[in-house]
């Protein structure tokens, strides 16, 4: 009896152990799910270039103080082409002398970009992954994964893409087998941006809260904004501080890669290159203007890297001005490199404003044949039509300060080829004026776009009469100011009895070219009379209003350029343009 007591007491304490166990296990079991609903919620942002900490800086031969800057200019045909490259340092704002640190801040990752987000044990096994969109705040990953008061490693990575996710990590060790291919699609910072990020040793909080994880992306790889600066010449000619400006072809321009770009492995516990695989099918750049393009290069994260770019033949069209040869750009850094990790801009500027001779050869602005200045692509004619003296710059200067009676040219009635007066006609009336107005189309039997010059005008064999638009244009890409003595321009009368106004109109994109008009004004409709000398400086144009008795003008006056209308039997002064359409 008492063993039987003995067995069944032991029984009994066997089943309390055992139902206190289940009770404990249960009670675990139920702790576990509620911590691992919490999961592990992501705060990414984007490093900005030059604060990039995973790889080499450069070579202590360069300046941490003084942001790279390399100019290279190169002559194509009747072109200057400029390419300036720049480091990029924090917000764009050039480092300050006094610093010797690159700045350390981070940006809100672009829109919907797409990332992946991989969680490894601290020994490199490999749990999960997932995919994320920089725009949802609200992402939660790996809920059902995590264990509360565990650590674990995360690797963070994105291509920079806002409609396709990164490739997905190898299911491997992270730290046995952690490699990664990336075949790029594109090199422009949507697809080709590859930023990556590792948090090691995190603790899982548990208690259904979201583990928070601050991930600042950094960029493995070196950007360069390219674009077409059409900005205007800055600084004196002449000095240290001059920098010549440029402007936008008037078709697309093509420009080439001759950089080597490669497709990568990535070890995913260091964010280093492993190995690499050229693409030699690199698309060129098409429509480079002036919104820059962004392009990554520097695939193996070398700190001695260059970066080439061709622009092809015939691919910059600035007025009648074309690049005739490929130019080649190749920024080395004198062995030092682009950095990766770092941001660069590349401006191109394309400039073909000159001096040049009646066969287009460029000249110096006081070389005897220097007759025509070349401005946006338009050659004009130095001197009125009908100067005495001579058209050699060499002898007899178009830009004379103050100007002469000798520039002044002569008078012409609109569509008529002969002079109705010239400098020296006095400012009386003239006996037997022209009173009758020559029909539309005298100087100009195409259209306003499209010209084509009459047996009337008056203009050399090469050049005629210019358009409407094509002095619009002019004063457009000049800036106007004026030397002399100036009068009123509703003064009644000739004027004041010397020679020395003159609207001076000098190229925005570069200061050094300049065509000078002098303020002969008019002779009046009815009897020929001097009207307003150095009131005006206005010149017929070919266009005709059209049914009626005027026809268009250009116009400076002391500071300002505009077009307007007036009687074509009124009579002004002729600018010749060259005869291209």
Not at 304 to 310: E, G, M, P, Y
């Amino acid at each position: 009896m008492k063993k039987i007591y003995q067995i069944t007491k032991t029984k009994l304490a066997l089943v309390a152990l055992l139902t206190i166990a289940a009770s404990c296990s249960k009670d675990k079991a139920g702790n576990t799910v509620d911590a691992n609903q919490g999961g592990l919620k992501l705060s990414l942002t984007e490093a900005e270039f030059t604060s990039n900490d995973l790889v080499t800086k450069a070579s202590t031969k360069s300046s941490t103080n003084k942001p790279l800057s390399i100019t290279q200019e190169i002559q194509s045909g009747p072109f200057s082409i400029t390419a300036e490259l720049t480091e990029n340092t924090s917000s764009n704002v050039a480092l300050k002398a006094s610093s010797g640190n690159k700045a350390a801040t981070s940006l809100a990752l672009r829109g919907t970009v797409q990332y992946r987000v991989v969680a490894y044990e601290t020994d490199g096994t490999y749990v999960d992954q997932a995919v994320g969109n920089a725009a949802d705040a609200s992402q939660v990953f790996f809920g059902d994964k995590l264990i509360a008061g565990n650590k674990y490693t995360f690797v963070v990575y994105s291509v920079g893409s806002t409609t396709v996710a990164p490739p997905a990590a190898p299911t491997t060790n992270l730290y046995a087998a952690g490699a990664l291919f990336f075949d790029f699609s594109t090199y422009e910072q949507d697809g080709g941006d590859l930023m990556y990020a590792i948090s090691k040793d995190v603790t899982i909080l548990g208690n259904n809260t979201p583990t928070p994880l601050a991930a600042p992306l950094q960029h493995l790889f070196t950007r360069v904004n390219i674009l077409v600066d059409n900005s205007d010449a800055t600084g004196t000619f002449g000095t240290a501080n001059y920098v010549k400006g440029g402007y936008l072809s008037e078709v697309p321009v093509q420009a080439q890669w001759l950089s080597s770009f490669q497709d990568v492995e990535i070890d995913l516990s260091t964010g280093a290159t492993v190995s690499s695989v050229a693409d030699n099918s690199v698309a060129a750049i098409s429509d480079l203007n002036a919104t820059a393009r962004t392009f990554i290069v520097n695939q193996l994260q070398n700190p001695n890297f260059s970066v080439s770019l061709r622009i092809p033949s015939t691919q910059i069209k600035i007025g009648h001005d074309i690049n005739a040869q490929n130019v080649d750009f190749n920024f080395s850094n004198a062995g030092l490199g682009l950095k990766p990790g770092y941001s660069y801009t590349l401006k191109l500027r394309f400039n073909s404003d000159r001096y040049v001779n009646p066969n287009n050869v460029t000249r110096t602005a006081t070389a005897a044949d220097a007759r025509y200045a070349v401005i946006g692509g338009h050659r004009w004619d130095r001197y009125n039509l009908g100067v005495t003296g001579g058209v050699s710059p060499a002898t007899n200067n178009p830009d004379a300060i103050p100007s002469n009676q000798g520039l002044y040219g002569n008078y012409y009635q609109w569509g008529i080829q002969t002079p109705a007066a010239n400098a020296y006609s006095g400012d009386a009336a003239i006996a037997g004026w022209n009173t009758t107005p020559a029909p539309d189309g005298a100087w100009n039997s195409g259209t306003a776009t499209a010209p084509i010059k009459t047996a009337a005008d008056p203009c050399g064999a090469n050049d005629r009469v210019p358009t409407q638009a094509e002095f619009a244009r002019l004063g457009a890409y000049t800036r106007h100011t004026s030397i002399g003595n100036w009068t009123g321009f509703q003064t009644t009368g000739a004027g004041l009895s010397d020679f020395t106004a003159a609207h001076i109109m000098t190229s925005r994109k570069s200061s050094d070219i300049k065509l000078s008009f002098p303020a002969a004004a008019h002779r009046e409709t009815i009897s020929g009379a001097q009207r307003a000398r150095q009131g005006s400086a206005i010149y017929w144009s070919n266009t005709a209003v059209g049914g009626n008795d005027r026809a268009f003008q250009g116009r400076g006056f002391v500071s300002s350029f505009d077009t307007s209308n007036y009687f074509k039997t009124a009579a002004y002064p002729v600018r010749c343009i060259q005869n291209k359409s």
